[in-house]
């Protein structure tokens, strides 16, 4: 928490302010991109259960925050989300309606919700960007996060059309960075592939990657990220969303990130696909023209050192972090 006596003008709330991208923005901030006018206050699920609308209202009630940065959601990878797209769709649900609405109901003046790329049409042209989100149903993998994700974009339109709220949300690509989930079964790909990398080290044994390796996605690393919610919470004014992502030219396929991995961690075995797993949705390249136009000398970290950062911090912490 960060505060400067007499100047605070913004209380800040971060829910989810454990996970990935809270802990990114909570080292943003206390690295000196924190304003002396703003105080600080990150939220995880031991402060209260926002699936619960008593306990979520509370929680509103006893930080009073001006602004609110919403990243609080049940996340997790693609088989993970195969196997629990209700689940996925209740919680999340429930969750978005619970933030919002307690951030109405006590005056809130700006809150930025955090969906994602999987929330656009499986079929669809590419690159996607911010006006194709509702042109058709997401891959049926994930259909039930997705959909929950994309109601966010329908309630913030329907808070600031009916009450004139000035709620948004921002539509990171694949994130990763220090504190994420590198669970092997559930996280996403570039965490698993740390943890099993880290683990054929240990082991001796071959690196074996799910699927044919032939997927390509945009990954932002968590700490750019932080950046651009500071610059959406302070200077971005539309209700619609915006993308936030590195540029198309710079999508990789899972093999070649696999390869950075095993590069960056120093690892000599043997690199095996199986082709049995599940690919998952082939591409979802996303434009980054809209942001951009906004920041056009916004510098992103390059991706080798972004996931050598990452590989270092899993190495250093492996003992603590979550997997």
């Known amino acids: 928490m960060t505060e400067a006596v007499g100047l605070v003008a913004k209380r800040v709330l971060v829910t989810g302010g454990s996970g990935l991208v809270g802990k990114a923005i909570e080292k943003v901030v206390a690295d000196g991109e924190g304003r002396p006018d703003e105080e600080w206050i990150f939220v995880s699920s031991r402060d209260a259960d926002l699936t619960n609308a008593v306990e979520t209202k509370a929680l509103f009630e006893k930080h009073k925050p001006t602004h609110v940065i919403h990243l609080a959601a049940m996340v997790g990878g693609l088989f993970k989300n195969i196997h629990y797209n209700l689940d996925f769709w209740r919680r999340n649900i429930h969750i978005n309606d619970n933030v919002l609405h307690s951030a109405y109901e006590t005056g809130v003046q700006k809150v930025v919700s955090c969906l994602s790329t999987c929330i656009f049409p499986?079929?669809?042209?590419?690159?996607?960007?911010?006006?194709?989100?509702?042109?058709?149903?997401?891959?049926?993998?994930?259909?039930?996060?997705?959909?929950?994700?994309?109601?966010?974009?329908?309630?913030?339109?329907?808070?600031?059309?009916?009450?004139?709220?000035?709620?948004?949300?921002?539509?990171?690509?694949?994130?990763?960075?220090?504190?994420?989930?590198?669970?092997?079964?559930?996280?996403?790909?570039?965490?698993?592939?740390?943890?099993?990398?880290?683990?054929?080290?240990?082991?001796?044994?071959?690196?074996?990657?799910?699927?044919?390796?032939?997927?390509r996605r945009q990954f932002i690393y968590s700490l750019d990220l932080a950046r651009l919610f500071l610059w959406v919470?302070?200077?971005?004014?539309?209700?619609?969303?915006?993308?936030?992502?590195?540029?198309?030219?710079?999508?990789?396929?899972?093999?070649?990130?696999?390869?950075?991995?095993?590069?960056?961690?120093?690892?000599?075995?043997?690199?095996?696909?199986?082709?049995?797993?599940?690919?998952?949705?082939?591409?979802?390249?996303?434009?980054?023209?809209?942001?951009?136009?906004?920041?056009?000398?916004?510098?992103?970290?390059?991706?080798?050192?972004a996931l050598k950062e990452t590989c270092a911090w899993f190495s250093t912490n492996y003992a603590d972090a979550r997997k």
């Open 233 to 305: 919470l302070r200077e971005y004014d539309e209700v619609e969303p915006i993308i936030l992502s590195v540029g198309e030219e710079e999508e990789v396929s899972i093999r070649e990130a696999a390869e950075a991995i095993v590069e960056a961690m120093d690892f000599r075995g043997e690199l095996v696909f199986d082709t049995t797993k599940a690919d998952g949705q082939f591409k979802k390249t996303a434009s980054n023209a809209k942001l951009q136009s906004y920041l056009p000398s916004f510098q992103f970290t390059p991706f080798r050192q």
């Open 122 to 215: 499986d079929k669809t042209t590419y690159p996607i960007d911010e006006t194709m989100i509702h042109n058709g149903p997401p891959h049926s993998s994930n259909f039930g996060y997705s959909y929950a994700k994309r109601m966010i974009d329908i309630q913030n339109r329907g808070y600031f059309e009916q009450h004139g709220c000035c709620f948004t949300a921002v539509i990171p690509t694949n994130v990763f960075g220090p504190h994420d989930n590198f669970n092997i079964e559930d996280g996403h790909v570039l965490p698993g592939l740390i943890h099993k990398v880290y683990l054929a080290k240990q082991t001796g044994s071959a690196l074996t990657v799910w699927g044919t390796g032939k997927p």
